[in-house]
């Protein structure tokens, strides 16, 4: 949470609409008690391009040759940084919107959670991502929240969880079939 919070505080309140904490850090910033080694950030390119302006000038990030972030942490290890396209269509995002502010910062929805959870499990088999995804859709539960007014997008990721879910459910992964 440290390094999404230091990265916010630099790219500033007038990026509200550009800049998203996603990932694992958006998880525990909604409260899930879960570790990670990252933390993943989706911007436009105006709020990148102010980051790493500022970010060559504070010696607690370094970038490496391949372009890639991180930050050294107030426990003395590094976190890395990783700029996402929200859309998964490639390059910068236009615009980020659906974010809940928690502790003033822009952070995923838990909804915006639960569909990337779900497509990156169908994407990589990771238990952990079924996990998280059948988490953030409990706690969605407690809090009457649902999956109504979805992109076309987001519905048709929905779709392909629901599919893979089913699958399960019959004995076998629909996605190796």
Not at 40 to 63: G, I, N, Y
Not at 154 to 161: N, P
Request: glycine share 10%; proline share 2%; aromatic share 10%.
């Amino acid at each position: 949470m440290e390094v999404a919070k230091e990265v916010w505080a630099m790219v500033g309140e007038e990026h509200r609409d550009n800049f998203v904490v996603v990932g694992d850090v958006a998880f525990l910033l909604h409260g899930y008690p879960i570790f990670t080694n990252d933390t993943d950030l989706a911007t436009t390119a105006d709020s990148l391009h102010k980051f790493e302006t500022l970010a060559k000038l504070d010696p607690r990030f370094s970038q490496n040759i391949f372009g890639e972030w991180s930050f050294e942490s107030r426990r003395g290890f590094r976190v890395n940084i990783d700029f996402l396209d929200k859309t998964g269509e490639g390059g910068c995002l236009h615009k980020c919107s659906d974010y809940s502010l928690i502790d003033g910062m822009p952070v995923a929805t838990l909804v915006d959670l639960a569909i990337a959870k779900g497509g990156a499990w169908i994407d990589r088999q990771n238990e952990k991502d079924l996990y998280g995804f059948k988490c953030t859709v409990k706690t969605m539960t407690e809090e009457m929240l649902n999956f109504k007014g979805l992109s076309e997008a987001k519905r048709e990721t929905l779709g392909d969880i629901m599919i893979e879910l089913e699958g399960m459910r019959g004995g076998g992964v629909a996605s190796g079939n």
